[in-house]
């Protein structure tokens, strides 16, 4: 058995199984409620701005994957409070300078310089805080296994986010608005996460010692090599809304609704499956000094890739015989036409996440990105060029087709070097004192 279940995670699949199904039905109801409050102009303004957000997050989502390789290992050590202490102290800088912009930003409209832009720019840096913060929490949970108080706080900061956008599009139709409602929001369920946090770490949390200098050390190297990764990662959805808001605001905000709803959906297939198998992933390549660990490891990855290919054929399966009922459901009569790209964009979406999470994961455990970073930017070169001049000829339809192209590519070559990756190890004589932090490909 490559995994023992007992009560406990019995416990964590039936939270859930009750939690997912409660986020994504409350997501569904306020997806429609947004989409008749809010029009696809609005909409797109709203994504534009949120672009600032996307880039200030790469250094906090680096951040991120740190605290899910190393909780555990420095947990172990009896160093939790040291830890969380670095990750915090990195956060804090990051949370000033992101403040510090966001006053020139607003600066620079007061001055008129940049036309209302300044203010957008300054809100969507802000919201990136409390969003950034309440991801890192939710993976210190996540590890810990507290699946109940994730899904919970799933639901609060993902389910309600539309209904929060469309009652501040009630109030006033404006993007300055719903970016104000977004940011109270998510400030209110971080803080929750953080007391329930707070609560059980209490005594840990007030270690006073730094962590020893090769550790931290390490722990920086980790870091900066993820924020490549992460650079890459962010840079998508960034160049995605420039290169469809130089054409239209109406083009973004079309393609923001589908986008979000496909990239949520298959978002909790694959953390509902990393819940389980990445706090034993990782711990295991930290303890790899044979062959026969090796291949332990191998089967424990090749057993998540498996468990995602198959929830997503079946999502993509239900959503292909469900279609028109889905759509008339979660958009309102002013977005009708994501009708003619919907599966398009789902089907991009799920190999992305494959490739991403399920591929890449193997370059997490091997402490080595280097590889998926390269493929993960050449795709992103290949398409949006390719997506603009569609855009240009065939509209959204066009840019939804140059988006499956470059997700497909990126499939394939991630799959290649996770193959090669495996033959270059299988093939390593291991020892005591070898550790495997340097796959090359």
Same mark, same amino acid.
């Given at each position: 058995m490559i995994i023992k279940f007992n009560k406990k995670h019995i416990t964590e699949l039936f939270a859930m199984v009750i939690g997912y199904p409660l986020m994504m039905g409350s997501i569904f109801i306020g997806n429609r409620f947004m989409t008749e409050v809010i029009p696809p102009h609005t909409m797109g303004m709203l994504g534009l701005a949120q672009t600032a957000g996307i880039i200030a997050g790469i250094w906090p989502s680096g951040l991120a994957y740190t605290l899910g390789r190393y909780f555990i290992l420095f947990k172990s050590r009896n160093k939790l409070g040291e830890f969380v202490a670095y990750i915090n102290r990195c956060l804090m800088k990051w949370s000033v300078a992101i403040v510090a912009i966001a006053i020139v930003a607003c600066l620079f409209d007061l001055f008129g310089i940049t036309h209302h832009w300044g203010l957008l720019i300054a809100l969507g840096l802000l919201?990136?805080?409390?969003? %950034?913060? #309440?991801?890192?929490?939710?993976? /210190?949970?996540?590890? *810990?296994?507290?699946?109940?108080?994730?899904?919970?706080?799933?639901?609060?900061?993902? !389910?309600?986010?539309?209904?929060?956008?469309?009652?501040?599009?009630?109030?006033?139709?404006?993007? *300055?608005? @719903?970016? @104000?409602?977004?940011? &109270? +929001?998510?400030?209110? &369920?971080? #803080?929750?996460? +953080?007391?329930f946090f707070n609560k059980k770490h209490n005594h840990e949390l007030k270690a006073s010692e730094l962590l020893h200098i090769d550790e931290k050390s390490e722990l920086n190297k980790y870091t900066r090599s993820m924020y490549s990764f992460q650079v890459v990662n962010n840079l998508q959805p960034f160049l995605e809304r420039w290169v469809l808001g130089i054409f239209s605001p109406v083009y973004v905000g079309l393609y923001m609704m589908v986008y979000g709803l496909s990239s949520l959906a298959t978002q909790i297939v694959s953390s509902t499956i990393n819940m389980f198998l990445y706090p034993i992933l990782f711990p295991k390549a930290d303890k790899i000094n044979s062959k026969d660990d090796f291949y332990s490891l191998l089967k424990l990855y090749i057993l998540n890739i498996f468990l995602l290919i198959v929830l997503f054929a079946l999502m993509l399966l239900f959503c292909m015989y469900f279609k028109d009922f889905l759509i008339n459901c979660l958009f309102s009569s002013k977005y009708q036409e994501v009708k003619d790209y919907f599966m398009i964009i789902l089907l991009s979406q799920i190999l992305l996440q494959i490739s991403i999470v399920g591929f890449s994961s193997i370059g997490q455990a091997l402490k080595n990105m280097k590889v998926f970073v390269v493929i993960r930017f050449l795709s992103i070169v290949i398409y949006i060029p390719l997506g =603009?001049?569609?855009?240009?000829?065939? !509209?959204?339809?066009?840019?939804? +087709?140059?988006?499956?192209?470059?997700?497909?590519?990126? =499939? &394939?070559?991630?799959?290649? %070097?996770?193959?090669?990756? /495996?033959?270059k190890h299988s093939k390593r004589n291991y020892n005591q004192h070898e550790m495997i932090a340097d796959a090359v490909v």
């Open positions: 919201s990136s805080i409390p969003g %950034a913060t #309440y991801s890192l929490l939710s993976t /210190c949970h996540n590890t *810990e296994r507290r699946r109940f108080l994730v899904s919970i706080h799933m639901f609060l900061f993902s !389910g309600l986010r539309p209904f929060v956008a469309g009652l501040m599009g009630l109030v006033l139709l404006r993007t *300055e608005t @719903i970016l @104000i409602g977004y940011f &109270v +929001w998510s400030f209110l &369920v971080t #803080y929750s996460l +953080w007391y =603009f001049l569609l855009t240009k000829t065939n !509209g959204l339809l066009g840019f939804s +087709w140059s988006i499956l192209v470059g997700q497909l590519l990126l =499939f &394939v070559f991630s799959l290649f %070097a996770v193959i090669a990756i /495996c033959i």
